[in-house]
């Protein structure tokens, strides 16, 4: 009954975020915490390189393993990127706390603008938010739809983990790849025809290699056809209070029936939905796994992993028309937060305000700074 209560207080205020007073002085330190995560709670990770933040497809980080195109198109190398790379090297300094007393009004603009990010003004939409209380640290245009590309997976995977709570489907349960799962593009695990995975397999591929393929195969597996998951996704995201979201396939491809869109406090909402599955963060928080009886290697799409101790997920999305997107969920000192930044222009630029902005709010909730390798 008390979790009940404290996920209730918390799925509210984000819904209030939408466009009326929301009173901080009110919060709760214990309001809501999420069930720990304590599988993906590694150890500080080895320092990331310039390199690997900013490196284009194919190019080798530090860990000697190729970086995987996120998605559909080729990613652009800006020529801003080793630029928007340094600043992972320079100090944050906070701007001033939000106190107990202050009372505000959010209409979906920017809040806490003073962020002292220099790349803040890249940043077509975003929010960070304290799980623990509720509070909505840092936001801008959030409520904003825009293109999530695959982000959208996060809800394809939670359907996936409801419906094993249901009992409709087992982790275990093996499925057969079907011809029109084989031909998904973009980034992949190169499915054919005829092969059977298991449950639990497809869906670490989706959430640490972000594959298209094994994502529609998950949905026909479970609602007898894409158009039917879809309909569940849609009536799912109205379910959670996601005004500002719809669907129109469970990866996230630009299909010409039309481009998943979503706010970045939707995607908040989204995330913190996700939190009931520790499995989930597991998947997200590993860096490279196998597929495919050892024979294929996953390669997690998000650096922001490697990068900011505590990160423990959770999605990035990326084609050319949608930018550079990514979900956040940092753990540390017994804080939880969510980020969310959508549609910028580059992986760098992406990757380096997601660094800052995560240990700007840690130190906004007093559980300070730590240096990735420390």
């Known amino acids: 009954m008390q979790h009940t209560v404290k996920w209730l ?55 000697g393993v190729a970086e995987a195109p ?20 320079q100090p944050v300094t906070p701007m001033p706390a939000i106190t107990a007393s202050v009372v ?27 799980v623990g209380s509720g509070r909505i640290l840092w936001s801008k245009s959030s409520t904003t739809p825009l293109q999530i590309a695959s982000m959208t997976k996060m809800m394809t995977v939670l359907l996936a983990m409801e419906a094993v709570d249901r009992g409709e489907i087992t982790l275990d349960t093996r499925i057969r790849v079907t011809r029109d799962a084989a031909e998904v593009g973009g980034s992949q695990v190169y499915l054919k025809e005829g092969e059977e995975f298991s449950l639990i397999d497809l869906l670490k591929s989706v959430m640490i ?47 010409r029936s039309g481009k998943n869109v979503g706010s970045a406090l939707d995607m908040a909402k989204l995330a913190l939905t996700l939190m009931r599955y520790p499995l989930v963060f597991k998947w997200s928080s590993t860096w490279t796994d196998s597929f495919r009886d050892g024979t294929f290697t996953l390669q997690n799409h998000n650096p ?36 969310v930044i959508i549609g910028v222009r580059t992986k760098a630029a992406r990757n380096a305000f997601g660094r800052d902005l995560i240990e700007w709010g840690f130190r906004q909730v007093g559980a300070g700074t730590q240096v990735a390798g420390k």
């Open 209 to 255: 290699a972000s594959a298209n393929d094994s994502a529609h195969l998950v949905a026909v597996r479970l609602e007898g056809s894409a158009q039917a998951f879809v309909k569940r996704m849609n009536e799912r995201a109205r379910q959670l209070g996601m005004q500002h979201t719809r669907f129109y396939n469970p990866h996230g491809l630009p299909y």
């Open 304 to 339: 922001l992993v490697k990068l900011v101790p505590g990160v423990d997920g959770l999605k990035t999305g990326y084609y050319s028309t949608a930018g550079y997107s990514v979900t956040v969920t940092a753990h540390r000192g017994g804080r939880r937060l969510i980020a």
């Open 9 to 63: 207080f918390v799925t509210g205020v984000l819904a209030i975020a939408a466009g009326v007073v929301i009173v901080c002085g009110l919060q709760d330190s214990t309001a809501f915490e999420p069930p720990p995560v304590t599988a993906v709670n590694a150890p500080a990770p080895e320092p990331i390189s310039p390199a690997l933040l900013a490196g284009p497809n194919g190019q080798a980080g530090t860990n």
């Open 70 to 89: 996120e998605e559909l198109d080729e990613e652009p190398v800006e020529p801003g990127d080793q630029e928007a790379a340094a600043l992972q090297q």
């Open 104 to 130: 505000w009004t959010y209409h979906g603009g920017i809040v806490g603008s003073r962020l002292p990010v220099r790349t803040v003004h890249e940043i077509p939409s975003g929010i960070l938010v304290d």
